[in-house]
């Protein structure tokens, strides 16, 4: 069971991952138009948000602690707020200036927070064997930090994502490999491209406990994440969950998504957000006001996030010559 | 152990058992420093590179990998970003294209793109060149394809005594290093001989560093730039023509970065180059030394560059093709005097 403050607190937190979200889509789109060009405007570059999908980063990092490793593929903003990496100067990166966690020359695929183990990868499913080699390091200092490699369902097809599967079960480390399905591989849904129905199925290649979650539920999210990170910090090796989430936008910012015809509004209508809010209100967890408190706070701390990303000064050009080597 | 001579001051190791001991050396003193690749355990390493790790240090510190590049050279990466110091051997450097995106996308640029907050303090090894028949996947160089990518330095010894003194600083380095041992400088005792493959080393740790060139023959006539086992080839025929013409030959040891100072020195000296490479010739290392002298001052030269470079063919496979397009000595020693003359 997760006990009642613990479900506010993940109502809280994918709240303020929408919120988050939103604000970013906000600004991305407001000085792109009307000749949209996506290397003009506040936020250049691709963009790819993930709302729909926080209660896999809520119900996974509830989970985790700041010494346990998290690998992020190009979608990794629910994933980064929800390990704890600071709002500030993330934003201040997705904004390119000097503040934020790569000083303006990683952007939104390329996060890095040594303090919270926290990496992202643009590459589909190279994060993973980077994870291992975090697991690695961890079981070779006799720790029991865990490390978390997240991917979506495309990147199950990749070599990386089997190479990390079998060295990680053949050492037995503590590894998590999380398949965020989210029925989509930008446009090429998973029923053609990937030979299984369920990804969770290929543990078995590797004799590693394999799971697949329905219904996009942060509480079942929670409990299976669970399960593995506890057999992974007791010395029992790697598991590999597959999420079975929702892409409620785009691949990226401006993608059209014409060819999701009907599927987009039942994405959509599946938000999970409102579906929990009305659980938590049913069960007599939160009322309307401080629903209407949540929300707010979570507002305020992401438009702080970016006024603050704003303010911030923008590189010096001569910059970026900076840190190519230690 | 393939000591040739104990005798104090004078003890002589093959180029193989000089990396070995490195590596042993930097292990006894720091515990985050561990081996991983295909047959680094009790094998030694296909060129030997790990030689007698295997018995010292055991398999919880030297580990053999599945064939699993991208796997193995990812999870050198995880452990490095967590501040381990692996040491990682790709078994050819031709099998680079099954991992190519960990190297290129991951090992050279997470320092840059975290603006520094993340180092990735790992020894890349991998053997390199041909001259044994072994075919176009097997044969290749292709230090400039690494050097090519910001992020990555790149070392390629032409002898035990660099080759020790560079893997120490390599492991101490906080950069992803690759290390390019060519076969032909590793001193097999299954392949033909270099004499110059066994050389003097010290026993205690030592630091060459990284980035630095050595004049490794000093001369007044012609530079001749080189790395790696061409080096040897070109120490053979500056001996042989000594007395007739004075060659000056640069053993550059790192390409990336590249030392450039010590090049032009060397031609401002001499003001004629033959630039010297077993890696294909267009668009790599000879092209880049032969630009660094004509962007700071072309009038440094008083004849034409030569380069004696592989052509740009794949390495064919039947050895009179393949010592068709090798940089061997008679081509060396005919560029040289053609300069000269």
Same mark, same amino acid.
Request: hydrophobic share 45%; aromatic share 6%.
């Given at each position: 069971?997760?006990d009642?403050?613990?479900?506010?607190?993940?109502?809280?937190?994918m709240?303020?991952?929408?919120?988050?979200?939103?604000?970013?889509?906000?600004?991305?789109?407001a000085?792109k138009?009307?000749?949209?060009?996506?290397?003009?405007?506040?936020?250049?570059?691709?963009?790819?948000?993930?709302?729909?999908?926080?209660?896999?980063?809520?119900?996974?990092?509830?989970?985790?602690?700041?010494?346990?490793?998290?690998?992020?593929?190009?979608?990794?903003?629910?994933?980064?707020?929800?390990?704890?990496?600071?709002?500030?100067?993330?934003?201040?990166?997705?904004?390119?200036?000097?503040?934020?966690?790569g000083?303006?020359?990683?952007?939104?695929?390329?996060?890095?927070?040594?303090?919270?183990?926290?990496?992202?990868?643009g590459?589909?499913?190279?994060?993973?064997?980077?994870?291992?080699?975090?697991?690695?390091?961890?079981?070779?200092?006799?720790?029991?930090s865990?490390?978390?490699?997240?991917?979506?369902?495309?990147?199950?097809?990749?070599?990386?994502?089997?190479?990390?599967?079998?060295?990680?079960?053949?050492?037995?480390?503590?590894?998590?490999?999380?398949?965020?399905?989210?029925?989509?591989?930008?446009?090429v849904?998973?029923?053609t491209?990937?030979?299984?129905?369920?990804?969770? /199925?290929?543990? %078995?290649?590797? @004799?590693?406990?394999?799971?697949?979650? &329905?219904?996009? +539920?942060?509480?079942?999210? *929670?409990? =299976?994440?669970?399960?593995?990170?506890?057999?992974?910090?007791?010395?029992?090796?790697?598991?590999?969950?597959?999420?079975?989430?929702?892409?409620?936008?785009?691949?990226?910012?401006? /993608?059209?998504? %014409?060819?999701? @015809?009907?599927?987009?509004?039942?994405? &959509?209508?599946? +938000?999970?957000?409102?579906? *929990?809010? =009305?659980?938590?209100?049913?069960?007599?967890?939160?009322?309307?006001?401080?629903?209407?408190?949540?929300?707010?706070?979570?507002?305020?701390?992401?438009?702080?996030?970016?006024?603050?990303?704003?303010?911030?000064?923008?590189?010096?050009?001569?910059?970026?010559?900076?840190?190519?080597?230690? | 152990?393939?000591?040739i001579?104990?005798?104090?001051?004078?003890?002589r190791?093959?180029t193989?058992?000089?990396?070995?001991?490195?590596?042993?050396?930097?292990?006894?003193t720091?515990?985050?420093?561990?081996?991983?690749?295909?047959?680094?355990?009790?094998?030694?390493?296909?060129?030997?590179?790990?030689?007698?790790?295997?018995?010292?240090?055991?398999?919880?510190?030297?580990?053999?990998?599945?064939?699993?590049?991208?796997g193995?050279?990812?999870?050198?990466?995880?452990?490095?970003?967590?501040?381990?110091?692996?040491?990682?051997?790709?078994?050819?450097?031709?099998?680079?294209?099954?991992?190519?995106?960990?190297?290129?996308n991951?090992?050279?640029?997470?320092?840059?793109?975290?603006?520094?907050?993340?180092?990735?303090?790992?020894?890349?090894?991998?053997?390199?060149?041909?001259?044994?028949?072994?075919?176009?996947?097997?044969?290749?160089?292709?230090?400039?394809?690494?050097?090519?990518?910001?992020?990555?330095?790149?070392v390629?010894?032409?002898?035990?005594?660099?080759?020790?003194?560079?893997?120490?600083?390599?492991?101490?380095?906080?950069?992803?290093?690759?290390?390019?041992?060519?076969?032909?400088?590793?001193?097999?005792p299954?392949?033909?001989?270099?004499?110059?493959?066994?050389?003097?080393?010290?026993?205690e740790?030592?630091?060459?560093p990284?980035?630095?060139?050595?004049?490794?023959?000093?001369?007044?006539?012609v530079?001749?730039?080189?790395v790696?086992l061409?080096?040897?080839?070109?120490?053979?025929?500056?001996?042989?023509?000594?007395?007739?013409?004075?060659?000056?030959?640069?053993?550059?040891?790192?390409?990336?970065?590249l030392?450039?100072?010590?090049?032009?020195?060397?031609?401002?000296?001499?003001?004629?180059?033959?630039i010297?490479?077993?890696?294909?010739?267009?668009?790599g290392?000879?092209?880049?030394?032969?630009?660094?002298?004509?962007?700071?001052?072309?009038?440094?030269?008083?004849?034409?560059?030569?380069?004696?470079?592989?052509?740009?063919?794949?390495?064919?496979?039947?050895?009179?093709?393949e010592?068709?397009?090798?940089?061997?000595?008679?081509?060396?020693?005919?560029?040289?005097?053609?300069?000269?003359?």
């Amino acid at each position: 069971m997760v006990d009642n403050n613990q479900r506010v607190e993940f109502y809280r937190q994918m709240v303020r991952i929408r919120a988050y979200e939103e604000a970013i889509r906000r600004d991305y789109h407001a000085d792109k138009t009307p000749a949209w060009d996506i290397g003009a405007g506040l936020i250049p570059g691709e963009m790819h948000l993930a709302a729909g999908q926080e209660p896999v980063a809520v119900g996974l990092c509830a989970n985790l602690r700041d010494d346990d490793a998290l690998t992020a593929p190009h979608r990794p903003h629910h994933l980064a707020l929800a390990k704890g990496v600071d709002m500030k100067a993330m934003t201040a990166e997705i904004f390119g200036r000097t503040t934020g966690l790569g000083k303006g020359k990683g952007g939104h695929m390329h996060l890095f927070d040594p303090d919270k183990h926290f990496s992202c990868s643009g590459i589909i499913a190279e994060g993973m064997p980077v994870a291992v080699g975090q697991a690695l390091a961890f079981s070779r200092r006799g720790t029991d930090s865990v490390a978390v490699a997240v991917a979506g369902e495309g990147a199950a097809n990749q070599g990386a994502f089997h190479e990390a599967l079998n060295l990680a079960a053949m050492w037995k480390l503590p590894v998590i490999f999380i398949i965020e399905d989210n029925d989509w591989a930008i446009s090429v849904p998973r029923d053609t491209s990937t030979s299984v129905a369920n990804n969770a /199925d290929r543990a %078995a290649a590797y @004799g590693v406990p394999g799971e697949r979650i &329905e219904g996009n +539920d942060v509480e079942a999210i *929670y409990q =299976a994440v669970k399960r593995a990170v506890d057999r992974a910090r007791s010395g029992g090796g790697p598991t590999l969950l597959e999420i079975h989430t929702v892409r409620m936008w785009g691949h990226f910012e401006g /993608d059209a998504q %014409a060819y999701r @015809g009907d599927e987009l509004a039942e994405a &959509e209508a599946a +938000d999970p957000i409102p579906a *929990y809010e =009305a659980k938590l209100i049913a069960d007599d967890l939160l009322s309307e006001s401080e629903i209407a408190q949540i929300l707010a706070d979570a507002t305020e701390e992401v438009e702080a996030a970016i006024a603050f990303a704003k303010a911030s000064p923008e590189p010096d050009p001569s910059d970026a010559y900076q840190h190519v080597f230690a | 152990m393939t000591v040739i001579d104990a005798s104090p001051g004078t003890r002589r190791l093959t180029t193989a058992k000089a990396i070995s001991e490195g590596i042993a050396q930097e292990m006894r003193t720091n515990s985050e420093v561990f081996v991983m690749g295909e047959d680094v355990g009790p094998y030694g390493g296909i060129f030997g590179s790990t030689t007698g790790l295997f018995d010292e240090f055991g398999a919880t510190r030297i580990l053999d990998t599945p064939i699993s590049e991208t796997g193995f050279i990812g999870a050198g990466i995880g452990a490095a970003v967590e501040g381990m110091r692996p040491v990682v051997e790709l078994m050819f450097v031709d099998f680079f294209g099954v991992c190519m995106d960990q190297i290129y996308n991951h090992m050279a640029k997470i320092h840059y793109e975290s603006g520094g907050n993340v180092k990735v303090p790992m020894v890349l090894m991998m053997a390199t060149g041909g001259g044994y028949s072994d075919g176009a996947q097997h044969s290749q160089c292709l230090w400039a394809t690494f050097a090519h990518m910001p992020g990555l330095k790149v070392v390629a010894p032409s002898n035990p005594h660099d080759a020790k003194g560079l893997m120490i600083s390599a492991i101490r380095d906080d950069n992803p290093v690759i290390f390019m041992f060519h076969k032909g400088v590793m001193g097999l005792p299954w392949m033909a001989k270099n004499p110059r493959s066994i050389g003097p080393v010290p026993e205690e740790e030592y630091t060459v560093p990284i980035g630095k060139a050595a004049i490794a023959h000093e001369g007044t006539d012609v530079t001749v730039v080189s790395v790696s086992l061409s080096v040897q080839h070109c120490l053979d025929v500056a001996e042989k023509l000594a007395g007739d013409i004075s060659v000056e030959v640069v053993d550059l040891r790192t390409i990336a970065p590249l030392d450039r100072d010590t090049v032009l020195a060397s031609v401002a000296k001499t003001g004629r180059l033959v630039i010297v490479d077993e890696d294909y010739k267009s668009f790599g290392m000879s092209g880049e030394i032969a630009a660094t002298i004509a962007e700071v001052d072309p009038m440094l030269l008083r004849a034409p560059i030569k380069r004696v470079a592989y052509p740009d063919i794949p390495i064919p496979y039947a050895r009179v093709l393949e010592y068709e397009a090798l940089p061997t000595r008679d081509k060396i020693e005919a560029a040289i005097r053609d300069l000269v003359s």
